[in-house]
């Protein structure tokens, strides 16, 4: 029997789930944390206050169908090494199916997420008094980082932007569904009701995606880092993870494995690896000094 459109494109989404952005390993069980409160170690201490040697405080910016848990590991880290941290829940929309699971966030309108971030960049701000933070974006989060610096007021609030292994020029489903247009009349359009719109937005060539490479990767006076995996199972190929510096930003793109070659963290888990740890302290200060492989 020959399978209709609409269940190629289900199971392609279905098939996804695993490596595209699912709960990562160590993440809390979907069960204890069913409105996703549960703060990471080491994160969203309102009181903290930043020190003349780390002035921005970190934000973290989980993945599609993640929560903040997907953070469970660097942010200690990034805490003990003297930085105020802090991380949300954002891209909450139950109107799809995967979306309606409870723990499970970032399948909403990228647009409407960034609105979300931006108010909690303000609250950030508000709290520690810093002029500027620093972005660290997993997948979607990337994205959604990069949303709010173009388009929702973002551009003097943010120093540096992490891009952890970013969909920035999108995901083409091992080349099946490259270079669509994100609009009810395309057919991948039709796994907005499973996936939620935040995954078809990421599709290579939709429109939120056009619209914010149109002028080109990067905002003027922030310093971006990209990094991007050889063994990464989404986020392909690994060139479209990568940045190209505009106008007055610099952007340093880095292979995991060139930094650890015996890293195999699969995408979902990167947030896990200790070479990404590494290379997000070092973007963060350049002096850190730290072992990449454990």
Known sequence: MVRSKWGILVALALGLLVG?????????PM???????VDPPGSNDWNCAPTAAHPEPVILIHGTWDNQNAWD??????????????SLNYGRDTSSVLGAIPGQYATADIRVSARELAGFVDRVRAATG??????????????????YVRFE????????????????????????????????????????????LAFVQQLAGSTLLRDL???????????????????????TPLEATFLRA??????????????????TYPHAMLPQSSAVAYIVQRALDPTFEGTPCR
């Open 246 to 263: 505009g106008p007055g930003a610099t952007v340093d793109n880095v292979i995991v494995q060139d930094v650890c070659p015996s890293d």
């Open 20 to 28: 595209y952005g699912a709960p990562a390993a160590g993440a809390a």
């Open 130 to 147: 810093a002029r500027r933070v620093a972005l660290v974006g997993h997948s979607q989060g990337a994205v959604v980082a990069r949303q």
């Open 31 to 37: 069960g204890k944390i069913p409105d996703g409160s």
């Open 73 to 86: 590991v660097l942010a200690p880290r990034v805490k003990a090494a003297g930085y105020c941290v802090f």
């Open 153 to 196: 007021g973002g551009a003097d609030e943010v120093g540096h932007l992490i891009s952890l292994s970013g969909t920035n020029h999108g995901v083409s489903v091992s080349g099946l569904l490259a270079g669509r247009a994100e609009t009810p009349q395309s057919p991948e359009w039709q796994v907005a009701p499973l996936t939620g």
């Open 213 to 235: 490479n149109a002028d080109g990767d990067t905002v003027t006076g922030i310093a971006y880092t990209a990094i991007g995996s050889r063994v990464d199972d989404t986020s």
